[in-house]
């Protein structure tokens, strides 16, 4: 059983409520959406294609065992879940960073669900599946990256009529685009409607820079 990979990397966790940790990330390749502000275009196609014995034992290289499948958009690829499946068993913990578009309910539930809502910004809130946010568990999480006012409307509209009668989750994430909205004033906004969010900040980034690869 075979994945087409664009990078494994040990690293930072640089964003969700794991940031600050080390991780070892597996990259997958390819995405179904095309986001405007996507900073990792790079994995739309490039990869090569790895047997799963061969991803296990170059995560278990790094003796980490906080393990993030990512991409592109991971769910992309079937044997995906068979790779969480293999982590988790082994002892990881294992996190899926997934664009919303894909159903999220036949990933093994001890795997940390991060799952994307697409803003109006993105161009693409029309991939948005709802669906998922009635399966989120209390380890789970939701990420909403912000690009101007009309994006924080439409997150703030999306928690209250999908997530506010939901306490069993963490607060929801709001990430500022980079280059496109000073976090700033994204913690106003935040602070002005005492919303129970979480602002995140690309801590990759703040470390190594926005083109640095691998990191």
């Known amino acids: 059983m075979a ?3 664009n990078e494994i990397f040990f690293s930072i966790q640089g964003e969700s ?3 600050g940790r080390p991780c070892v ?19 739309y196609e490039e990869g090569e294609d790895l047997d799963t014995a061969v991803i296990l034992q170059k995560v278990a290289s790094f003796g980490c065992r906080l393990v993030e499948i990512t991409g592109g ?6 044997e995906t879940q068979a790779l969480i499946g293999n982590l988790l068993d082994s002892g990881c913990k ?17 795997c940390v669900r991060i799952v994307d809502v697409k803003c109006p910004s993105s161009g693409m809130e ?8 009635r399966l989120l568990t209390p380890q ?7 690009g101007d006012r009309k994006d924080f409307e439409y997150a703030r509209d999306m928690i ?15 990430s500022p685009v980079s280059g496109a909205l000073e976090p700033r004033i994204l913690a106003d906004w935040i602070l002005d409607d005492r919303l129970d969010v979480r602002l995140q900040l690309q801590l990759h980034k703040a470390i190594w820079g926005a083109d640095t690869r691998g990191v």
């Open 3 to 5: 994945l087409k990979v």
């Open 17 to 19: 409520s794991f940031a």
């Open 25 to 43: 990330f597996v990259r997958l390749t390819g995405c179904n959406l095309r986001c405007r502000y996507c900073d990792t275009t790079y994995a």
């Open 73 to 78: 958009e991971p769910l992309l690829q079937e």
């Open 94 to 110: 294992v996190l899926l960073e997934t664009n919303g578009s894909r159903d999220i309910s036949l990933i093994d539930r001890r």
């Open 126 to 133: 029309q991939a948005n599946r709802l669906e998922n946010l």
């Open 140 to 146: 789970d999480e939701v990420k909403f990256v912000i």
């Open 160 to 174: 209250t009529v999908h997530l506010s009668k939901r306490d069993c989750f963490r607060p929801p994430l709001f």
